[in-house]
């Protein structure tokens, strides 16, 4: 096979290796996805795609239709009565990055990223069981069971998007610790239309956070994050719900009663506190959660996801496999590794249940709201001004 041949094997049908094999198949790729699972399932309820992320996605000509299905009206921070500690101005936010987050149903981002790929490239019950990475002068190997088959499959380039629990980064990096325990666990639900003019609020009660975020359907994508022991299951995970927050503001009550107990999803949150020392190794690169799981009080887990596609595709215009993969880890893993730190101290912040902390906190929010909030925005500059490579891969804001 000749080295500078554009054969790729994307690991992982998820955002992340979605959008690689689009900025792949664009960039003139033979790209092939070998899924694990039996269909394209998105795992999750609803994502908030941040402007970094929606810039990503304009790259490879889908950020116009993510735009058009999301329904982000304007709101803030709030107690669970309801009451105001900080409003968020879209005209503010606008001025600064261009356009606010867009929310949207997982299953409507995987339908657009999977739709402009070629017919076939997706191959579903696919699971990559061996990689072999590698070099300048030998290509990868894949070894895979398809549809219960065993398959060897040659490619100049690998990636590995195969989520927090990667086998391909535990084979790389061997001595890389795994992931570990947040000490929160989030339950996510996605309703029928509720009604029109609601806000997106995210409200910090003792130890506890809940998000609300219209859709443009009217339907609502509501998450609810607590600290817990890792494991704890209740009998009806919604039924727990009301429990816990039944007597919150509105449209948090309502939202319960209009949700089906079966649909009602629960996570423990995960995330790779150590990084791996890059993420390429031979001419295999990780790619989102396989690369640098995080915690979702940033809403940047899959946003980082897409930003690393599109920058590995675009590298990969400029230049050949190992020099692009060395320019990917450069530009990708200081970022990422700032932005996973960055959410886990968010997180120990937002969801303590110290009441000293908690008053501190709430005052210090409301008194940014009220007096400086330009401090509240020059927060989150780091992580929403990317920009990406230009498409002959050089340029762009990546840091
Ligand atoms: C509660 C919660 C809320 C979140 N909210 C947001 C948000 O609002 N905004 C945001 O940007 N991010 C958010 N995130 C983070 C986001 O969900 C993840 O970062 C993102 O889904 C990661 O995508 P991925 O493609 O890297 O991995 P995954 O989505 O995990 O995909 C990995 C895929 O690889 C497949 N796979 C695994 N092993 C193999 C194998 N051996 N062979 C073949 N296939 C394999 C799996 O089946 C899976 O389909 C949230 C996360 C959580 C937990």
């Known amino acids: 096979m000749a080295m500078d041949g554009r054969r790729a094997v994307v690991i992982g049908a998820g955002i992340g290796g979605l959008t690689a094999a689009r900025g792949l198949v664009d960039g003139g790729w033979q790209v092939t996805v070998f899924e694990r699972a ?11 795609v941040a402007p970094n992320a929606l810039r990503g ?6 950020g116009a239709d993510v735009r058009a299905l999301s329904a982000l009206g304007m709101g803030g921070v709030c107690r669970p009565d309801g ?24 299953s409507a981002l995987v339908d657009l990223l999977a739709g402009g790929l070629p017919s ?39 990636v590995a998007a195969d989520g927090i629990d990667s086998r391909t980064r535990a084979a790389l ?25 609601l806000s997106s609020t995210e409200t910090w009660g003792r130890g506890a956070v809940v998000g609300v975020m219209p859709l443009a359907d009217g339907g609502v994508y509501l998450y609810f994050a607590v600290p817990a022991p890792p494991g704890q299951r209740a009998a009806d995970e919604r039924a727990e ?20 107990p079966d649909d009602v999803l629960r996570n423990d949150i995960y995330w790779l506190a150590t990084p791996p020392p890059a993420f390429h190794r031979g001419r295999v690169a990780l790619v989102g959660d396989a690369a640098h799981a995080m915690t ?53 912040v937002v969801q303590t249940r110290s009441h000293v902390v908690r008053a501190l906190r709430d005052t210090a929010l409301a008194a940014v709201g009220r007096f400086a909030p330009q401090l509240f925005y020059g927060s989150l500059e780091s992580a929403l001004e990317w920009r990406p490579p230009a498409p002959d891969g050089r340029a762009g804001r990546l840091r």
């Not at 600064?96 to 149903?105: D, S």
């Not at 000490?183 to 996605?190: A, D, E, K, Q, Y």
């Not at 719900?241 to 089906?260: E, M, Q, S, T």
């Open 120 to 158: 076939g490239a997706v191959r579903a019950s696919a699971q990559v069981t061996e990689v072999e990475p590698g070099d300048e002068r030998r290509p990868a190997l894949v070894r895979a069971t398809v549809s219960g088959a065993a398959t060897e499959i040659e490619a100049d380039l690998v």
């Open 57 to 62: 996605l304009d790259a490879i000509g889908v």
């Open 241 to 260: 719900l009301v429990r816990r927050f039944g007597g919150w503001h509105a449209p948090i009550p309502k939202a319960l009663d209009a949700v089906d």
């Open 173 to 197: 990096f061997p001595d890389l610790p795994g992931p570990v325990y947040s000490g929160h666990t989030v339950w996510r639900i996605l309703t029928p239309p509720l009604g029109s003019g």
């Open 296 to 348: 979702p009080y940033l809403g940047q887990g899959g946003c980082q996801a897409i930003e690393d596609a599109v920058t590995l595709a675009r590298f990969l215009a400029a230049d050949q496999v190992p020099a692009a993969l060395a320019r990917y880890t450069d530009a990708r893993l200081p970022r990422t590794s700032r932005i996973a730190r960055q959410s886990a101290r968010v997180g120990s």
């Open 38 to 48: 039996d269909g394209l399932r998105p795992v999750g309820a609803g994502l908030a």
């Open 83 to 106: 009451r105001w500690m900080i409003r968020i101005d879209a005209a503010e936010l606008q001025r600064r990055f261009g356009e606010t987050a867009a929310v949207v149903r997982r």
